[in-house]
């Protein structure tokens, strides 16, 4: 009995140990002494007892051979699985026992829990896992777990026995699918990403690694597969990348995709022996859109302008947008410059058609600058700003206007930059200040009000008058920092005023259209003159008749607007172009500014005047007062007061003061 390798037992009709082996002890932990007179249960875990009671009476009663698995619980409380079968064994005559034995299943325990574990962690990967048989040319698949049927859309049944390839999609792929069965062929591991077809038909990219399986004589059974589905990681790679590149409105290319796109075309003309044009282009008076009917039509405009762009050139060129209403074109392999005034010819007839915004017909024409290469710049850096500086000038020749590059253009470009600089230099040292010029009552002589004349104290020029930089500040967009500034000092100027003495006293500053379509423009005012203390009545806002006349719904919000603050009105260059009556009387304007031109034509000679009486006539008629503007001397102040002007403003009366000379000019009048 002690030769054999599990325990040997027998026990009687009650279930008491009779007779055992070496391995009862062992494997219990208990001596002989203990065991003697033990009965069976007591040795087996709790919970197993009752199959074992089962066990023991089925042997007894029915005679029969029987096997379970039980636990033994030792002394030390570890419980040992084991295998146990047991016979009826009869002595004599009616005399019955139980014989049995029991095989340690440690071991086999432990085996069979670490299979169930990798078992389980196959059901449970996320990456599908395929096992294939190694048959040389051939690897048929043996195994997939649950991943790979959700993955491929095959179940396990599909597929087993069935080469791996067979997922491959056809045509696509081809260098990383040769790569992989070289490594198989060669018995190595291998990493690829390639596309396969799911079962229902549909791509998707598989980040596959293969590894060989070796069995004990180090020879190449199987291969192990994980894939891994990258489709959504490709997409959002190629997401990410399409919004690095391309512009986010319109779809176009930005930027970095241009200067990239450019590159190319350069480098491919000059071992070709092309040409490349580049076209800069700027939507006409979109800001004005942007401004006056929300930024929701301004990007409808910029998507429709996009689309006809696009459709008017090849697949070889590009269109790209900068930023804001800027757009460039990159018309690669030009032959001659008659093929790409051809081209320019496609891209400006489909920029002429009108446009539908939200249910308003617009005309969105551009100005164009053209830049080619080799002649106009020979890299991206260059062939870009000599199309800017082609651009500028076409925005000064007219609507639509397209302009080639030239040399002379250059200059031009530097001398806009270097005074678009200098003059955010002059905002941040405060080189820029005002002066007061009033306007008096012709009969009286009493001052009316002042009108706030922005200078500049240029460190190389002097003293710049508007008109030598307020268009460029127009141009850039500083226009508007520039008018909030204006607007803060003169805010500050009627505070002092009061102080002085002259709480009545109304002062007006000018506007540009870029700052009164500014979405937060009437707010500021308002937040400025409470912050000030100011009354609105003292402040008044100059427009030229152009602007209002260009938009007159535009020109009644602003003009409301300024009503309801309790804001003055007036009309700067009033006769300067033409006039539109009927809108004029219905905006609630203070007083009319006639141009200055009309009155430096009054002469000695009669008829030199006759402009002037009719705006005169014309304020008369609308019952708005007008006030001539850069009278200078004796004899035009005499021909206004002849024919009823009631008011007027220039050298004559006075010079644009400073503040402490202003403060001397009232005191002495």
């Known amino acids: 009995m002690d030769l054999l390798a599990g325990t040997f037992y027998v026990l009687d009709d009650s279930g008491y140990f009779v007779l055992w082996n070496q391995q009862v002890e062992r494997v219990t932990g208990l001596s002989a002494e203990r065991l003697r007179g033990l009965h069976l249960l007591e040795v087996f875990d709790p919970s197993d007892r009752p199959n074992v009671a089962r066990a023991f009476c089925t042997v007894l009663q029915q005679d029969e051979r029987v096997q379970l698995e039980a636990r033994v619980r030792s002394t030390s409380g570890e419980l040992i699985p084991f295998a146990c079968c047991a016979s009826r064994l009869l002595v004599?005559?009616?005399t019955s026992y139980v014989?049995?034995?029991?095989?340690d299943l440690?071991?086999?325990?432990?085996?069979?829990?670490k299979l169930e574990l990798f078992e389980r962690a196959l059901m449970a990967a996320s990456n599908g896992i395929v096992i294939t048989r190694h048959d040389g040319v051939d690897n048929p698949i043996e195994y997939v777990n649950p991943a790979f049927e959700r993955i491929s859309g095959y179940s396990a049944d599909e597929v087993t026995g069935r080469d791996s390839r067979f997922m491959g999609a056809p045509g696509l792929d081809d260098e990383p699918r040769r790569k992989l069965a070289a490594a198989i062929q060669a018995h190595e591991p291998a990493s690829i990403v390639f596309r396969n077809q799911r079962k229902n038909g549909e791509l998707f990219w598989n980040h596959l690694t293969v590894t060989p399986v070796r069995d004990h004589h180090h020879r190449v059974t199987h291969f192990i597969g994980i894939i891994e589905d990258i489709t959504a990681?490709?997409?959002?790679?190629a997401q990410l990348e399409h919004l690095v590149t391309h512009d986010a409105l319109t779809g176009l290319a930005n930027r970095v995709l241009l200067r990239d796109r450019l590159d190319h075309a350069i480098h491919s003309a000059q071992r070709n022996h092309e040409m490349v044009a580049v076209v800069m282009m700027d939507l006409n008076k979109f800001k004005e859109i942007n401004d006056t009917q929300g930024h929701a039509a301004g990007d409808h405009v910029l998507r429709n302008v996009a689309q006809r762009l696009q459709s008017a050139l090849r697949e070889s060129d590009t269109v790209a947008r900068l930023g804001g209403d800027e757009f460039v074109l990159v018309l690669a392999e030009q032959p001659n410059l008659r093929f790409t005034l051809r081209m320019i010819d496609r891209v400006r007839r489909a920029m002429s058609g009108e446009m539908d915004i939200e249910g308003r017909i617009l005309s969105v024409g551009a100005s164009m600058g053209v830049a080619v290469y080799p002649n106009d710049g020979r890299n991206v850096h260059d062939l870009l700003q000599a199309a800017d500086a082609a651009m500028y000038e076409s925005k000064h020749g007219g609507p639509d206007a397209i302009h080639f590059y030239s040399p002379t253009m250059a200059t031009t470009t530097a001398a806009r930059q270097h005074m678009e600089h200098a003059l955010r230099d002059a905002l941040d040292?405060?080189?820029l200040y005002l002066l007061f010029q009033p306007a008096v009552c012709v009969e009286t002589g009493k001052i009316l009000g002042l009108e706030a004349l922005l200078r500049w104290r240029h460190p190389e020029r002097g003293e710049l008058l508007p008109a030598d930089f307020l268009p460029e500040a127009e141009e850039n967009g500083l226009i508007v920092p520039?008018?909030?500034r204006v607007l803060e000092d003169v805010c500050a100027t009627l505070h002092y005023l009061a102080e002085l003495g002259y709480p009545d006293?109304?002062?007006s500053i000018n506007a540009s259209s870029r700052e009164f379509t500014q979405r937060d423009y009437l707010l500021h005012l308002g937040r400025r003159i409470a912050h000030h203390g100011i009354k609105p009545s003292n402040l008044a806002l100059e427009l030229h008749e152009e602007q209002l006349m260009h938009d007159p719904e535009q020109a009644t919000r602003l003009a409301n607007g300024l009503q309801e603050l309790g804001i003055?009105?007036?009309?700067?260059e009033f006769g300067a172009g033409l006039n539109n009556l009927s809108c004029l009387r219905r905006l609630p304007v203070s007083q009319l500014k006639m141009t200055r031109r009309h009155v430096q034509e009054i002469g000695a000679t009669p008829s030199d005047g006759m402009l002037t009486k009719t705006m005169l006539d014309i304020g008369h008629n609308l019952n708005i007062r007008v006030v001539a503007t850069g009278v200078e001397t004796r004899d035009q102040h005499d021909f206004l007061a002849a024919h009823g002007c009631s008011s007027v403003q220039g050298n004559y009366i006075s010079e644009p003061l400073a503040r402490p000379a202003l403060a001397e000019w009232l005191t002495a009048h």
């Not at 014989?99 to 095989?103: P, Q, S, T, V």
């Not at 440690?106 to 829990?113: A, C, N």
């Not at 990681?233 to 790679?237: D, E, F, G, L, S």
């Open 233 to 237: 990681t490709k997409q959002r790679a």
């Open 482 to 484: 520039l008018g909030r």
């Open 92 to 94: 004599g005559e009616g």
């Open 568 to 572: 003055r009105l007036s009309v700067d």
């Open 99 to 103: 014989c049995g034995m029991g095989l």
């Open 429 to 431: 040292r405060d080189d």
């Open 505 to 507: 006293l109304p002062i």
């Open 106 to 113: 440690s071991r086999d325990q432990r085996q069979r829990d």
